[in-house]
């Protein structure tokens, strides 16, 4: 079946410092990803909306500066957490549809630990 | 705000019980409600999805049971096994490729 591939699946990075979390569509064309955040025992909470080729579309309160997503190709998005802080450390996990390969299935990445410390 | 309601936060059966999800909904543009397993440190698994012109739908040991009227649905786990031991999520969309909005989970603990 499809998979949604997510990379790294852990890392720490010190404070003030940016890291990129890729998501993948291994068998199938995504012109949409989602990125969610997830903190311990708690929902997953929608970020963004990535379409491939355009700027993506923040959900209220998500700043756009801070959280920089590309999608630059049908099976590749990335987040990018910028000046990262302890308080965006967090489980981020994103989905790609496979709508546009006649499909209407959501499929989620296995997810993405980040520690800022 | 949440937009999609879910409840109980967590609850625990024995083996063999059938633990019972409910959730609820206010929007009614939502036309695709998925339900998903999640294991922790994992991503959330499709278990099992509805539309709202279907009353009941099962998969395995699945059932999700819609009432339109009331914009509610809940997810029974027939038969259940420790190896479901897990948090669960309903969610509802517009669409079925499009943004999901969650409800707060529900930890099912089945003990042996």
């Known amino acids: 079946g499809a998979v949604v591939s997510q990379h790294p699946s852990r890392v720490i990075c010190k404070s003030g410092t940016s890291v990129k979390i890729e998501c993948r569509s291994l068998d199938f064309q995504a012109t949409t990803m989602f990125w969610y955040r997830q903190f311990p025992k708690q929902s997953l909470m929608l970020m963004a909306t990535?379409?491939?080729?355009?700027?993506?579309?923040?959900e209220q309160g998500v700043e756009k500066d801070k959280f920089l997503i590309n999608h630059a190709s049908l099976t590749l998005s990335t987040l990018t957490v910028t000046s990262a802080h302890p308080e965006d450390s967090s489980f981020y996990i994103c989905?790609?549809?496979?709508?546009?390969?006649?499909?209407?299935?959501?499929?989620f990445g296995e997810g993405s630990w980040l520690t800022v410390v | 705000q949440q937009q999609v309601k879910q409840s109980p936060q967590s609850l625990i059966v024995q083996k063999g019980g059938i633990p019972i999800i409910n959730c609820a909904y206010e929007?009614?543009?939502?036309?695709?409600f998925p339900w998903y397993q999640q294991f922790p440190g994992k991503g959330p698994a499709l278990l099992i999805a509805?539309?709202?012109?279907?009353s009941e739908k099962k998969e395995g040991r699945f059932t999700i049971s819609f009432n339109k009227s009331a914009k509610q649905f809940s997810l029974h786990i027939m038969d259940s096994q420790p190896g479901d031991s897990a948090t669960y999520f309903c969610?509802?969309?517009?669409?079925?490729?499009?943004?999901?909005?969650f409800g707060a989970g529900t930890q099912v603990v089945v003990t042996p």
């Open positions: 929007n009614t543009a939502f036309d695709y």
């Open positions: 990535s379409n491939e080729g355009s700027k993506a579309t923040y």
């Open positions: 969610a509802a969309s517009i669409d079925s490729w499009g943004k999901l909005q």
């Open positions: 509805i539309r709202p012109d279907v």
């Open positions: 989905s790609a549809s496979n709508r546009a390969t006649g499909g209407n299935t959501i499929y």
